[in-house]
């Protein structure tokens, strides 16, 4: 099995859904999963996690994410995107200065009433369930952070910008609300999702040239492995005579560590074998005065593949 993380650039038509199934087809195993969907209609960066690596789901699910989107003014949907039904139209009578006004207000938090087609549930249901159905139903508005927005190229009633944002922000909601604060109504024409944490488009590939890299037996180059993602984490070794710690995913004292180094309360380390293989996150208490195990990411059908400290996918 093959431990650790590819970075798709999903392409228009499929749902997330769609390429975890085929890259099982790829991989040639079923322990995979996805980090957060993207709309069969959005393309851009999709970190996969394989076998251990689906362990980091959550925590990538974490990390901000930036996005170039077009926003078609004028128009309503009920989908909040072009592909939706055409609830109204209104006159474009905005200037730019008045549309980049709009659009640079929502830098910093808001708070943004999730769409009804999406996939949080309510009472068990997916609101895309209940929306197909023809229902609405009321939903609470959430907290959102706008970290960077700049427009890109203005051609009104047609505006392309660039945001970086934090977990659970919906893009088509935020410009059908730029469309809303203009009065002339807005709706998602395109979404590309260029960044997910530190991976970025460059370090994506298709299914396709997944594919061919699995036909040439070159697999293991487009895997990043799971401790790249926390290569901004300290690293400590636990001591040779005491690597069985490891594997029962117990607590360290530093006395157990070979580097007997204390680090601010609650930062997490990499904690790593004596050979430096990667075994598990932990973070240090305080008031405990150990190390207690945060995650941990241990196989041992381990396929071997080599860390690099640099951004990009290992061998590429």
Known sequence: ?????????????????????????????????HTGTLDPEATGVLPVCLGSGTRLCDMLTEKDKEYVAGLMLGVETDTQDLTGTVLSRHPVEVSQEQVREAVLSFQGSYRQVPPMYSALKVNGRKLYELAREGREVER??????????????????????????????YIRTLCADIGH?????????SLLRTRVGKFSLKDALTLGQLQELKDQGRLPEAVA?????????????????????LDNGNPLTVEQTAEKERYAPGRWVRVCRPDNRFAGIYAYDKNRDRYQPVKMFLEQDQVDIPYTSRSGIAGR
Do not use: N
Not at 140 to 165: G, N, S
């Open 225 to 245: 492995p799971v401790e790249s993602v926390f290569e901004g984490c300290p690293v400590l070794h636990v001591r040779s005579d005491l690597e069985r710690l």
């Open 1 to 33: 099995m093959i431990h650790g993380i590819v970075i798709i650039h999903k392409e228009k038509g499929f749902t997330s859904h769609d390429v975890v199934a085929k890259l099982r087809g790829i991989c040639g195993q079923k322990k995979i999963g």
């Open 140 to 169: 609470r508005a959430r907290e959102v952070q706008i970290e960077e927005i700049e427009i890109l190229q203005m051609q009104l009633p047609a505006v392309r910008f660039r945001v970086v944002c934090s977990k659970g922000t």
């Open 181 to 189: 604060r203009l009065g002339c109504g807005g709706a998602m024409e």
